[in-house]
């Protein structure tokens, strides 16, 4: 086995894992969401799953663009392949930013005026 084959089958793991994580944790959300309208007969029950889906999207996404990465690095490196993977990476950004916003509701780097609006705990 060569250098090339050798990750190319790891890339074709880390993929694999991606899509697990997709499906598994949008089934665990659905199922999450189910037993909350059951319980909680639906408050906000519709809120928290878009937040569980956005969370299992997100990370499912960091683990496909690690495939991604390593497979223009290590196996096919061409320039085309090179401007292919900078075009995944900034539609996965815009979309990664988008998803964060659905989640907290605000942008990342609005957070620290949330966090300083709070008033510390008295613990």
């Known amino acids: 086995m060569t250098y090339r084959e050798f990750f190319s089958h790891v890339v074709d793991v880390v993929e694999g894992v991606g899509a697990a994580i997709l499906v598994i944790g949008g089934l665990g959300a659905f ?67 988008s998803l964060e916003v659905e989640i907290d509701g605000m942008w990342p780097w609005n957070r620290w005026r949330v966090a300083a609006d709070k008033p510390p705990s008295e613990s």
């Open 31 to 97: 199922a999450r969401f189910a037993r909350e309208v059951a319980v909680r007969r639906g408050q906000d029950a519709y809120g928290d799953l878009r937040k569980n889906l956005g969370r299992v999207i997100l990370l499912g996404l960091e683990v496909l663009i690690i495939a991604d990465i390593i497979r223009t690095i290590v196996v096919d490196s061409t320039v085309e392949n090179v401007a292919v993977l900078g075009i995944i990476v900034l539609i996965r950004v815009v979309l990664s930013f």
